[in-house]
């Protein structure tokens, strides 16, 4: 899918991130994970082309930067966190967090509620 001018924008942003925080990001493989304990991210996208997939590339990044004070704490803190930690970073660039954003925080929420509902093991 192409690339609009704003998903553009909002791509140098979050590269912008990546790199005050010394994060590299692996654009192309088939899951979305941050691994705070080697400095990478890894994304399903290959190119940012919704607000959804910025979002979740934000939140990635949360993982990241929230990591020293959350790694410690239940999976259900630490997924909580690293989305308040992307809607603030946006805030902070001038980015409204847009309905698609938040639809895809809820997504994510619910889908780790009912996995540890199930009572599988934390990660
Ligand atoms: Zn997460």
Redesign the pocket.
């Known amino acids: 899918m192409k690339q609009s001018d704003r998903h553009k924008r909002l791509t140098e942003l979050f590269c912008s991130l990546c790199e005050v925080n010394n994060i590299t990001v692996d654009w192309c493989v088939g899951v979305n994970a941050?691994d705070p304990f080697q400095d990478l991210i890894s994304l399903r996208c290959a190119t940012i082309t919704t607000d959804a997939e910025f979002a979740i590339a934000l939140?990635?990044l949360g993982?990241h930067v929230t990591h020293r004070e959350t790694y410690l704490g239940p999976r259900r803190v630490?997924?909580r966190v690293?989305w308040e930690w992307s809607r603030e970073a946006c805030y902070a660039n001038d980015v409204p967090w847009t309905e698609e954003m938040t639809a895809v925080e809820s997504e994510?929420i619910e889908a780790w509620r009912k996995h540890l509902d199930q009572g599988r093991t934390e990660r």
Do not use: P, Q
């Open positions: 941050a939140h990635e993982h630490r997924e690293a994510c």
